[in-house]
């Protein structure tokens, strides 16, 4: 039987819409989404507006456990690659218990934060010794166990990872839990069903597979294939030095970049490529928060908002776990570079930034996770977030400046509720919690 709910105002093709009638089907997809419908006797009746859920479009859960441990310099110069060596020591030590424990705490930080499909771009897969598990999809399993657990949805990406670098055959010893073939990964990509699980596949950057072995790997694969890009100035002078060509434009000419392509962070671009990706239809992952905790750079987000490509955001390291804050950093990055205000904006047809932002991370993020239906419209999952209406933060603001006032002016997780497939969502679960601090203090009091 359908479900009615019924919103006093929801986010409906791009711009709020009143009195809203929200029918789910019994796949827990939209029926139908008809706004200035009064609210039948049989609907229930939402608090608060309502907007679509968003999808984490780049996530490393394990890193989770490293959030907040990395924000001392102990050395004269403190930058990605530093941050990296620290990284890989938690990345040694966590096992697939525990991983199943930080996921599951993080997921429902991310429902809370307005996420309700998060794409796990997952490279720890072997034991701490570097051999496989019994099962190599244990960490895989872990995962999706915790997405389970959660109610979120999740797309697994496991990851081509098989050298340390353009000119390093293998990978070092640190990288030891990460090393797989093209034909492990299509295993991975194959050894989950269930639902509100997806997988693609993904290749961890271009210094990090060889080039055959990624042109192998899409050409055998199917649906979204993501790869961390131009993330650092030195990956760039390293690919120039190896192929003659920056990330970008390697991609472009060699990769046959097309729509299945989610270019991760892409932060490092010139003009000529920033065209050819538009051009091949691939998206743009940016991940802001994480990008300025590493000390990344400022993707250029005029140029790729101009271009048309798909752009969605993701919350990477962890330091961050919710979109309006996100969204947030990434225009404070640009109006401290320009010095100027309401860089996301177009006057004229999207005069606001956060709704020209939200928009298109909201249609880039299903792109992301494989999706051709997504948001408050038929046939898609039945996903919403309900804002609340009692929030300090949003209380008295005028209806038509809500999106604006929830990005930049409120703390970053006014949501009262999280519905994901037709189904409300627990966002504090006491018990996994509790499993989540007792795992961080296995990880951390002896160091
Ligand atoms: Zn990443």
């Not at 609340?388 to 997780?413: C, E, I, K, T």
Request: net charge negative; charged share 20%; glycine share 8%.
């Amino acid at each position: 039987m359908n479900e009615l709910l019924w919103a006093p105002r929801a986010w409906v093709g791009g711009r709020w819409r009143e009195r809203v009638l929200l029918v789910i089907d019994s796949d827990g997809r939209w029926a139908s989404v008809q706004p200035d419908t009064p609210a039948p006797e049989s609907a229930e009746r939402l608090a608060g507006p309502v907007l679509p859920g968003l999808v984490d479009a780049h996530s490393h859960a394990f890193q989770r456990a490293f959030a907040g441990l990395a924000e001392r310099r102990d050395s004269p110069h403190d930058d990605f690659w530093s941050w990296r060596e620290r990284m890989y020591g938690v990345a040694l030590r966590i096992t697939p218990e525990q991983l199943g424990d930080i996921a599951q705490h993080l997921y429902r930080e991310l429902l809370a934060g307005g996420y309700t499909q998060v794409c796990e771009f997952h490279y720890l897969q072997h034991a701490v010794d570097g051999k496989p598990y019994a099962d190599p999809a244990a960490m895989s399993l872990a995962l999706a166990d915790a997405a389970t657990a959660a109610g979120i949805g999740l797309t697994l990406l496991p990851v081509l990872y098989e050298r340390a670098g353009f000119s390093q055959p293998a990978l070092r010893d640190g990288q030891r839990r990460f090393a797989t073939s093209g034909a492990d990964v299509l295993a991975l990509q194959r050894a989950l069903h269930r639902p509100l699980v997806n997988a693609g596949v993904a290749v961890h950057s271009l210094r990090a597979a060889r080039p055959e072995s990624i042109t192998a790997l899409a050409a055998a694969s199917e649906g979204p294939l993501h790869i961390h890009v131009a993330e650092q100035t030195a990956e760039v002078d390293e690919c120039l030095a190896a192929t003659g060509c920056r990330p970008i434009e390697w991609l472009a000419r060699h990769a046959g970049l097309d729509a299945r392509w989610q270019l991760v962070h892409a932060t490092h671009s010139t003009a000529e490529e920033i065209d050819a990706v538009a051009g091949s239809g691939a998206g743009v992952v940016l991940c802001p928060a994480t990008e300025a905790n590493l000390g990344d750079g400022l993707a250029d987000l005029p140029g790729w908002l101009a271009s048309g490509a798909p752009l969605s955001i993701g919350s990477d390291s962890q330091v961050v776990r919710a979109w309006p804050e996100e969204l947030r950093w990434l225009e404070y990055g640009q109006r401290l570079s320009y010095r100027q205000r309401n860089v996301a904006a177009a006057p004229g047809d999207e005069p606001a930034s956060a709704a020209r932002l939200f928009e298109r991370v909201l249609e880039g993020g299903a792109a992301a996770a494989g999706f051709a239906n997504w948001g408050l419209q038929r046939h898609a999952r039945a996903d919403l977030l309900v804002i609340d209406p009692q929030d300090d933060a949003l209380l008295g603001l005028p209806a038509s400046h809500l999106l604006d006032g929830l990005v930049f002016a409120a703390p970053a997780r006014p949501f009262a509720r999280v519905l994901v497939a037709g189904r409300w969502r627990t966002l504090r679960d006491e018990a996994g919690a509790a499993r989540f601090e007792a795992t961080m203090h296995a990880l951390w009091d002896a160091a």
